[in-house]
């Protein structure tokens, strides 16, 4: 659980699909969670997915599962600048216990 | 009404000083968590407490006290921090268990900057 990998960088156009990336290594994680960090500020959770389900979809956001590969991605629609920030990816297979991504910085050119 | 609250949001220390960090959540909400951010890391855990209780303390130097006066708020007492120290310093509550309840809602951090 606490081998939670990402990219580091993702560059977009404004009105592109971003997808963000991650690994985990624990296949009995229960719940997987994506947070967006702006500058300066803490960590706003997203949307999360239950290690059951394939696919969440919320608005603009498309969370894809495959457990198989310990595969986890955010599909972010229409990319606008406000997207910008860091995203972090984190499991949780202990109620008390996240293990974060180290983070993905998503960059949206107009 | 998924609000973490903490205060201050920019702290600046000497190595001698005693200062406290302050959490609030009102979502009631049974598991608070202190983690420690440096730029460009993610957030790694200190400290959880569940119905007030220290659970985990992840191996964090002493110079760090946390305290849980009642199920709305954690403190995070300072002192004789190190420069090292420097970070910023998140809250975040969840309920204890059950479906999608274990859910970590953060808070907005403290600065904190050691002279």
């Known amino acids: 659980g606490e081998d939670v990998e990402q990219s580091l960088f993702l560059s977009v156009r404004e009105g592109d699909s971003s997808v963000i990336n991650c690994t985990y290594t624990?296949?009995?994680?229960?719940?997987l969670y994506w947070y967006k960090q702006e500058p300066g500020a803490g960590l706003q959770l997203l949307t999360y997915?239950?290690?059951?389900?394939d696919m969440k979809q919320d608005q603009r956001l498309t969370v894809l599962l495959n457990k198989k590969d310990k595969h986890l991605s955010l599909r972010i629609a229409d990319t606008q600048t406000g997207d910008s920030a860091i995203y972090f990816c984190a499991e949780t297979y202990n109620f008390n216990k996240f293990y974060f991504g180290s983070g993905t910085k998503l960059n949206v050119k107009p | 009404d998924t609000e973490v609250t903490q205060t201050p949001k920019h702290l600046v220390m000497g190595m001698t000083n005693k200062k406290s960090l302050k959490c609030e959540q009102h979502?009631?909400?049974?598991?608070m968590y202190w983690y420690k951010q440096k730029a460009k890391k993610p957030p790694e855990l200190m400290f959880v407490y569940s119905y007030e209780k220290l659970s985990i303390n992840e191996s964090v130097p002493s110079r760090f006290s946390p305290e849980c006066p009642n199920s709305s708020l954690l403190n995070l007492h300072l002192h004789a921090l190190q420069p090292e120290d420097s970070a910023l310093y998140l809250c975040?509550?969840?309920?204890?268990?059950?479906?999608?309840?274990?859910?970590?809602?953060f808070g907005p951090g403290t600065r904190l900057t050691v002279l």
């Open positions: 979502m009631g909400h049974r598991a």
């Open positions: 624990d296949s009995s994680s229960t719940y």
């Open positions: 997915i239950f290690s059951n389900m």
């Open positions: 975040a509550s969840s309920q204890i268990a059950g479906e999608g309840q274990d859910t970590q809602y």
